[in-house]
């Protein structure tokens, strides 16, 4: 199962994304297979989301997306969720595969119109897909 690394201080965005990609990159091929959401698109919105898995959300959460606990439970979440400091309810995951698999799904089944432009990546970005 994959792991979101701790990374001491000084560590490159280079070096942040490529470990970042490594770890989750099945998952998200899962998730394009499953919902047609390209899979650079995914990494670039979890890396963005989650400051390359070092978030509160993302440690002790396995929320990669800062996707908050409103909505349905489904396959991939089971309702839990945890208050930020903020106030605000996020989904906590049991394990980050199904934080990726649920903001696919979140993603193909209520925004479509997103969900296409995820595609326009495949032209803009050196991805192995």
Do not use: H
Request: glycine share 6%; charged share 20%.
């Amino acid at each position: 199962m994959e792991k979101i690394k701790n990374y001491e201080i000084g560590a490159t965005s280079t070096e942040l994304a490529s470990d970042f990609t490594l770890t989750f990159f099945n998952a998200t091929m899962d998730a394009y297979e499953k919902f047609g959401i390209y899979p650079c698109a995914t990494l670039a919105q979890g890396m963005l989301e989650s400051d390359y898995g070092r978030s509160t959300n993302a440690r002790l959460a396995n929320n990669l997306f800062g996707v908050t606990a409103s909505g349905s439970t489904n396959e991939y979440w089971d309702g839990t969720s945890r208050k930020a400091a903020t106030g605000i309810n996020f989904r906590v995951y049991s394990t980050p595969y199904n934080s990726i698999m649920d903001f696919a799904r979140l993603i193909a089944s209520k925004y479509p119109d997103c969900a296409k432009v995820s595609m326009e990546c495949r032209n803009t970005l050196s991805c192995a897909v």
